[in-house]
């Protein structure tokens, strides 16, 4: 005796229902039970059978047949449907217009009735005035009254006495009248408060967000170099599509400095795995990061142009503390080098990169010549979803050593983080 479960299979598999593993339940059945395939060829049998059966056909004026049948039961039905649905029949003209006169008459009286409460309040205070015939007039001071005393008094010979405050029953003084802004009375006005200052709100510091293939333009420029010029550390948060391509292309911009790629960054590349990297160095000066950014912008120029842009918008934001504060847990340390000025000569935020300068650049990082210093390291790191112990990645080590060993002044400390635009 088989299960139902077996019966069921066994069945579905005849109509061909099965899925691929229940299919490979049943073949393995059908190998293993005698009585399963016993019931599997009469079960198929039997489906053959019905298949081949003659197909009926109905005799004709059959549907005729059949409302001639059903008409004596119609007609039944309704007679005893109109036997109990004698109430349910509409009420007749006479009496909705009944019911709608009654309901007009209630209002009516209704309102009568309120209007009425109400009339004897007012006739009472229209006819029964409380005006005073001879209203009291406001009592005059007299006059103070000097009185004679004796001369042993310590010398004194008067004194000035005067009668109690009378009560005053009705103060006759005007009002004061307003001042005009232009009259000479105004200098003697109380002093009125400037509300115009006392609303003024000063709007937020906003951070320039910039599209990336339009960092070589001159209103871009002039946004990205005054905040490079005014901060101690520059933050840029660089949204792109994928951040693995465009980890490769970046890299590329960075080819005239030394990049020191973590091992887990670089196995998370190779790989293609969906990563946010992190860029930092303290080498560069304000004008090499433009440049580097600007080198950019033409490379995604060139990119957009066959439809393989890869880089959106960037945010460049000051070093804030909540960015020392992810750089100290990304290195391990607490780079306690970024919460204070450098020492030594300060940068001449006065005058702009020249032409020449930029040109000089940009042509060192195309050909990687030696006008660049190849100790300048910049670190790249995962952020996101995984981030590597500082602690035991050589690549942080070694950064670190040399950023000891080589701080110069005039360098920003740069972190950019490279990541999708979802997140």
């Given at each position: 005796m088989l299960p139902d479960r077996v019966y069921q299979l066994l069945t579905a598999a005849v109509d061909g229902e099965l899925t691929d593993r229940e299919q490979r339940a049943v073949n393995k059945l059908l190998r293993e039970s005698v009585e399963a395939r016993e019931f599997y060829e009469k079960l198929k049998g039997d489906a053959h059978a019905l298949r081949n059966l003659p197909r009926a056909q109905l005799p004709p004026h059959f549907g005729t047949q059949l409302l001639q049948k059903l008409a004596p039961v119609y007609r039944a039905n309704a007679n005893e449907t109109d036997g109990r649905n004698v109430f349910s029949r509409r009420l007749p003209v006479w009496a909705n217009l009944a019911a709608a006169a009654a309901v007009l008459l209630a209002i009516s009286a209704g309102t009568y009735l309120v209007m009425s409460q109400n009339e004897p309040e007012r006739s009472v205070a229209k006819n029964n005035p409380t005006k005073p015939e001879n209203p009291p007039t406001a009592k005059q001071p007299e006059s103070p009254v000097i009185v004679q005393k004796s001369s042993d008094q310590n010398g004194k010979t008067a004194e000035l006495l005067s009668n109690p405050r009378p009560e005053i029953i009705a103060d006759n003084r005007e009002s004061p009248k307003a001042v005009e802004p232009g009259s000479n009375d105004a200098l003697t006005a109380?002093?009125?408060?400037?509300?115009?200052?006392?609303?003024?709100?000063?709007?937020?510091?906003?951070?320039?967000?910039?599209?990336?293939?339009?960092?070589?333009?001159?209103?871009?420029?002039?946004?990205?170099?005054?905040?490079?010029?005014?901060?101690?550390?520059?933050?840029?948060?660089?949204?792109?599509?994928?951040?693995?391509?465009?980890?490769?292309?970046?890299?590329?911009?960075?080819?005239?400095?030394?990049?020191?790629?973590?091992?887990?960054?670089?196995?998370?590349?190779?790989?293609?795995?969906?990563?946010?990297?992190?860029?930092?160095?303290?080498?560069?000066?304000?004008?090499?990061?433009?440049?580097?950014?600007?080198?950019?912008?033409?490379?995604?120029?060139?990119?957009?142009?066959?439809?393989?842009?890869?880089?959106?918008?960037?945010?460049?934001?000051?070093?804030?503390?909540?960015?020392?504060?992810?750089?100290?847990?990304?290195?391990?340390?607490?780079?306690?080098?970024?919460?204070?000025?450098?020492?030594?000569?300060?940068?001449?935020?006065?005058?702009?990169?020249?032409?020449?300068?930029?040109?000089?650049?940009?042509?060192?990082?195309?050909?990687?010549?030696?006008?660049?210093?190849?100790?300048?390291?910049?670190?790249?790191?995962?952020?996101?979803?995984?981030?590597?112990?500082?602690?035991?990645?050589?690549e942080v080590l070694q950064f670190l050593d040399s950023v000891q060993k080589d701080r110069r002044p005039g360098r920003i400390p740069l972190l950019l983080v490279l990541r999708t635009a979802e997140n």
């Open positions: 109380p002093p009125r408060p400037a509300y115009d200052q006392l609303f003024k709100v000063d709007p937020p510091k906003l951070p320039p967000i910039l599209t990336v293939r339009e960092l070589d333009q001159d209103a871009s420029r002039q946004k990205l170099m005054e905040l490079l010029k005014k901060s101690d550390g520059v933050h840029l948060d660089l949204f792109c599509k994928d951040t693995n391509r465009a980890c490769e292309r970046l890299q590329e911009a960075f080819r005239g400095q030394r990049l020191l790629i973590d091992a887990v960054a670089q196995e998370r590349l190779q790989r293609k795995l969906k990563t946010h990297y992190v860029f930092y160095c303290e080498c560069l000066t304000a004008e090499e990061i433009y440049v580097i950014l600007k080198a950019l912008a033409i490379e995604e120029q060139k990119a957009e142009a066959k439809r393989e842009g890869q880089f959106d918008k960037l945010v460049a934001n000051p070093l804030s503390p909540n960015s020392v504060k992810t750089l100290s847990m990304l290195l391990g340390v607490d780079p306690k080098w970024l919460q204070s000025k450098p020492g030594g000569a300060k940068r001449d935020t006065s005058k702009p990169i020249s032409d020449s300068t930029a040109d000089s650049l940009s042509k060192s990082l195309k050909s990687g010549s030696a006008s660049l210093r190849t100790d300048k390291i910049v670190l790249v790191l995962p952020y996101n979803p995984i981030r590597p112990n500082p602690l035991a990645s050589k």
